[in-house]
């Protein structure tokens, strides 16, 4: 398959990402390369194969919704880019 | 006496022996940290003068009766995508360059529990997407056998830094080779548990159905003994298995009589270098000497299993990744008006190109239209290849393949080229694939003096089965007597 440059940009859009004028042909380039690569699971015998889904058997792990307190907040804002009393600061949303 | 030449069980005795203190094994660590980091480079955040603070805090209360228990002092170096509590964990990103994690990985709070000491937070290829350690932010990481050459990856800090004795011992992770690999590439022991043997809470999510924790060590059994305190049960990681605790020492038995070795025949072919078929083959009749029954057996898998994975990986990176958006922490553009802006402009600035390269890929096979042509695709390989591994498991405790095709290759000669790179996976991504134990052992060394590395894949929760037949054959090489990284500078 032929990835165009129309495509890349769109998937680059989708996984919030700008791509560089120069960043545009080096990945078209590398993604093309490993999309070729990749297309030898298209010769697989997998007919009648179920997909993995995860790595254990296990589906549903279940445990009681306990409420546990986690009062560390000075610690979780220090990460914050920008931040206001005790909030996460962003810009406006609603115009 | 050398300390930093010690293993950790030799530590132990010296320790048990009063013939050495805590802070006495704390300082030679760090002193050796000063001689071999400049050249090394291993380390993002090394934690020397707090480590030695640590290392006499616990001696008074070990001397003092307070504390007990075998590895008490005992330092540690850790991967940087293992949260520790009040300590930066970077992921060896721009985008978490100032992350300090409000909170502690469970294997952390383990290594705490047992009073081991912190020597620092390992380099490794940003958020554990490489194979040689060059795409860190930060730093590249030199092989102490050669410094022309990458260390592999991504845990090639750790990988480094056990190798010239920086730290007795560290903790890597691995989701297609990443602890195997390095230790491989660095003359050390790294062991890549089966899939929910080790809690991954605290682990920073590359691929969460392929990510796994586990020791890099000097030999087989420090490898035993840290496996013995990062494994078990715990209700924040729901895919963490709930068994029986195993006491891993007790599997070291130095016997392989009767065991069964498979040798898959599509991992010996052309792409694997000859140096490390011939060191491979002297491997294989050692096990031959002490025993063991070695057959040649097909895993008819092995063109499928790389691509599987990068499908599979990348896929999982794109959606793990998305969390990363310049709000709650992480890098923050200055070059923004709207909401979206800050995600946008965060995302790629704050990503270096191989993680942009993944996200955009795992987003492509992910995206509709090539959903089933990749992604579908892959899940049912992964199948496959789960198949192909229970029916070779029927007949062999035990797979031996090399652990890379290659030894460490030099710095700079294929990181702008993914595929090249990606190859350095070929022999290790299939145990991910179907949630494998597997352990890479040093089975000799090149005419250029570079280690070559034995992996050694077993059935899953067989860790016992691989351990014994890793310590059997270390015991009859003693590699560790023979071979020693001289950080030559070629």
């Not at chain 2, 802070?23 to 090394?46: L, M, R, S």
């Not at chain 2, 996976?425 to 089975?443: E, K, Y």
């Amino acid at each position: 398959m032929q990835v165009s440059r129309e495509e890349l940009l769109h998937i680059a859009k989708l996984a919030d990402l700008n791509l560089k004028e120069e960043e545009i042909d080096t990945y078209l380039i590398h993604l093309q390369d490993i999309l070729n690569f990749a297309n030898i699971v298209s010769k697989a015998p997998v007919e009648n194969l179920s997909e993995t889904i995860g790595e254990n058997d296990s589906y549903n792990v279940f445990r009681k919704d306990e409420v546990k307190v986690f009062e560390d907040n000075e610690a979780l804002l220090q990460n914050a880019p920008e931040k206001e009393r005790n909030m996460f600061k962003i810009p406006k949303v609603i115009q | 006496m050398e300390i930093t030449k010690l293993t950790v069980h030799e530590l132990q005795e010296k320790l048990k022996a009063k013939e050495l203190t805590i802070t006495d094994i704390t300082k030679a660590y760090v002193d050796n940290i000063e001689k071999h980091e400049k050249d090394v480079q291993a380390f993002i955040t090394p934690i020397t003068d707090e480590a030695i603070k640590n290392a006499e805090n616990i001696q008074a209360k070990v001397d003092s009766g307070e504390i007990k228990g075998s590895l008490a002092g005992i330092p540690i170096g850790i991967k940087d995508n293992i949260c520790t509590k009040g300590i930066k964990t970077t992921c060896a990103s721009k985008m978490l360059e100032n992350f300090v994690s409000p909170y502690n990985a469970t294997i952390m709070e383990k290594i705490e529990a047992e009073n081991m000491i912190n020597l620092g937070k390992l380099n490794m290829d940003e958020f554990a997407m490489g194979a040689s350690t060059e795409y860190s932010y930060f730093k590249k990481t030199r092989n102490p056998w050669n410094l022309n050459t990458v260390p592999g990856g991504s845990s090639g800090g750790s990988a480094a830094a056990v190798a010239s004795n920086m730290v007795p011992w560290a903790i890597g992770s691995d989701t297609g080779g990443s602890i195997r690999q390095p230790s491989s590439f660095c003359g050390v022991v790294g062991l890549k548990p089966t899939y929910g043997l080790v809690s991954r809470y605290g682990l920073v999510a590359f691929a969460s159905s392929l990510d796994q924790i586990g020791p890099i060590t000097k030999d087989v059994t420090d490898a035993a003994i840290l496996l013995n305190v990062i494994s078990g049960h715990d209700e924040k990681d729901t895919t963490s298995v709930n068994k029986e605790k195993v006491d891993y020492n007790k599997a070291l038995k130095g016997d392989v009589k009767g065991l069964k070795i498979g040798l898959p025949k599509e991992y010996f072919g052309e792409g694997i270098n000859p140096e490390v078929k011939e060191k491979l083959n002297e491997a294989i009749e050692t096990y031959k000497k002490l025993g063991a029954t070695v057959e040649e057996c097909s895993l008819n898998i092995a063109d499928y299993a790389l691509a599987t994975y990068y499908i599979i990986a990348c896929a999982e990176a794109s959606s793990n990744l998305g969390r990363f958006d310049g709000i709650r922490y992480g890098y923050r553009t200055q070059n923004y008006e709207s909401l979206k802006d800050i995600y946008r402009n965060s995302r790629s600035e704050g990503f270096g190109p191989e993680v942009k390269r993944r996200i955009i890929l795992g987003t492509y096979v992910l995206s509709s239209g090539y959903y089933d042509a990749y992604y579908k695709k892959a899940q049912q390989v992964r199948t496959l290849v789960k198949k192909e591994f229970d029916k070779a498991f029927e007949k062999y405790d035990v797979l031996l393949t090399p652990t890379s095709p290659t030894v460490a290759f030099e710095i700079g000669t294929r990181s702008n080229n993914p595929l090249e790179m990606y190859l350095a996976d070929i022999c290790t991504v299939s145990v991910n694939i179907a949630g494998l134990p597997g352990i890479s052992v040093p089975c000799g060394v090149d005419s250029k003096g570079m280690p070559i590395g034995m992996q050694l894949i077993g059935n899953k929760f067989a860790e016992e089965t691989i351990l014994n037949a890793a310590y059997t054959y270390e015991q009859e090489f003693k590699f560790r007597e023979k071979y020693n990284p001289e950080f030559k500078k070629v």
